[in-house]
């Protein structure tokens, strides 16, 4: 006799309905796993035998065989054992086989038959819906979060018992208590206020340009300049996530166990600030089997802040080059390859010296010249030809006078953004930072270029460079509210992007 269900195993952000085949036959009671399962789904047979047995059904005391379909793709994680365990007991007939056959079941079953809940639903069940199942059964503790994916038809089941009961079995429900899922609190609270900051006009306009065509920025200058003070208010003058950037996001922090359903879709920019002793895997992403999303993937839409920047490991560093360029990493493992969202702001601040003192004139700086060029020195050339703007900043002058408050500044990059978007849209870009080097070359006017052509002939600028700080003249001519840049911008671009050479 065989039982069909099915279910979703999620790498990296693509959901993969797959069918649970169970058969049970005469011989030795023996219950096993195949479909290319890992080590936490190969427990599965343990946890499901246990949850039948404390919902008050019969477990069937034959030869038992579960095929996860296709048996090609890796599974891993519990997210199968419901299905599971309802494939089984459709196979033995405790349940009606065909009521079964078409539905998605998702959820961690614990020993006294509660089903828990489980990382990724959002993504999972969105697949589920894009494969053409809307009827889909997941734990209470996710139900919120599976109700956020158009076209579901979502039941929250609290325990095995109450699923077999809907089903036809004869179950025996107790009262048991939904588990709550398991949350890595995060404050997504409004970001703190640009009027905090008093001074630093130069830093300020660097933070508004960079907010308005989405640009990387490195900031440099002596402890309490306020570096990390303008790099944490950036978020707050970015404009809110648009619904198909919102999804992503949402299900990149719902894999991640970083997601509150009560607050909805993420709708904020993110704002991730990992410590200088982060790991490669905790920066952009690793772990055994199907590698999990790391910061940059959870800073996606919205700004990565490397504060310290020069006391993190070059080769930390460097492993940021590929998402800078192409908006997403790919991490591949022996299981299989998984590919997640990377397009993020970099934010760097960095002191000028280990001492932090060094103010160009080294009065006051105990570090020797060589010392200053190996600190600066750690953020390797190709890593730096990958910001747009660098700028140096000053210890700050005394100024009771409050800054531009946040909403002001929000405003202009908003309408630099949207004549941006009106620009770009129709070739599949939203900011200046997102265009090709090709279509800006070829739509900017030759006296423009000319600035940056002698850069690159001086041996100033590279060919990325060249581009990137195109890209950065499209964004102040936006901010000026005119239709394209001039020698100007072009100019301007330049000084922004050349302002502190580390």
Not at 72 to 79: D, F, N, V
Not at 107 to 124: F, M, N, S, T
Not at 192 to 201: F, S
Not at 330 to 353: D, E, K, M, S, T
Request: proline letters at 7%; hydrophobic letters at 45%; glycine letters at 10%.
């Amino acid at each position: 006799m065989i039982g069909r269900c099915r279910s979703v195993v999620l790498t990296g952000l693509a959901g993969h309905v797959i069918d649970v085949e169970a058969h049970v036959a005469q011989g030795l009671p023996a219950f096993t796993i195949v479909g290319l399962p890992d080590a936490s789904l190969a427990e599965a047979k343990d946890r499901v035998r246990a949850a039948v047995a404390s919902s008050g059904v019969e477990w069937p005391r034959r030869r038992i065989t579960v095929n996860l379909s296709p048996a090609s793709l890796p599974k891993s994680g519990p997210a199968t054992d419901l299905a599971i365990a309802i494939a089984v007991l459709a196979a033995a007939r405790t349940v009606e086989p065909g009521r079964v056959r078409e539905a998605v079941f998702l959820g961690e079953l614990g020993l006294d038959g509660r089903v828990r809940p489980v990382r990724g639903v959002l993504p999972a069940v969105a697949a589920a819906v894009e494969a053409g199942s809307t009827e889909v059964v997941v734990p209470a503790g996710n139900a919120a979060e599976a109700r956020l994916v158009k076209g579901a038809r979502i039941d929250g089941a609290i325990a095995l018992a109450t699923v077999l009961q809907r089903l036809g079995a004869d179950a025996r429900p107790t009262s048991l208590q939904p588990v709550r899922a398991p949350l890595t609190r995060v404050t997504r609270g409004d970001p703190p206020d640009l009027a905090d900051v008093r001074g630093q006009a130069a830093a300020r306009v660097a933070v508004e340009v960079a907010a308005a065509g989405g640009h990387h920025l490195l900031m440099v200058g002596p402890p309490g300049a306020g570096k990390t003070m303008l790099a944490e208010r950036l978020p707050g003058i970015l404009p809110d996530l648009e619904d198909r950037e919102a999804v992503r996001v949402t299900a990149v922090h719902s894999l991640a166990g970083t997601f509150d359903a009560s607050e909805g879709l993420i709708r904020r920019p993110p704002f991730e600030a990992p410590h200088h002793t982060a790991s490669s895997a905790a920066i952009v992403g690793g772990g055994s089997g199907i590698a999990r999303p790391g910061a940059v993937s959870l800073a996606h839409a919205g700004v990565l802040l490397l504060d310290e920047a020069p006391e993190f490991p070059t080769r930390v560093l460097d492993t940021l080059r590929q998402p800078l360029e192409r908006g997403e990493i790919v991490l591949h493992r022996a299981h299989g390859a998984a590919r997640y969202p990377a397009r993020f702001q970099l934010i760097l601040a960095a002191n000028p010296c280990p001492c932090g003192r060094f103010a160009g004139s080294g009065e006051a700086c105990s570090c020797t010249s060589i010392a200053r060029r190996r600190y600066l020195g750690r953020l390797s050339g190709p890593l730096l030809d990958r910001i747009d703007i660098r700028v140096h900043v000053g210890a700050a002058a005394r100024s009771d006078r409050p800054g531009e408050p946040s909403a002001t500044v929000a405003a202009r990059v908003a309408q630099a953004r949207a004549a941006a978007r009106e620009r770009l849209a129709p070739h599949g870009w939203s900011v200046s930072s997102e265009a090709s080097g090709a279509w800006l070359r070829a739509v900017t006017s030759r006296s423009a270029c000319a600035g940056l052509w002698a850069a690159v002939d001086r041996g100033a600028l590279s060919a990325r460079g060249f581009d990137r700080a195109l890209r950065l003249a499209w964004t102040l001519a936006d901010l000026e509210g005119v239709t394209s840049p001039n020698a100007g911008h072009v100019a301007e671009a330049l000084a922004l992007r050349q302002g502190f050479e580390a």
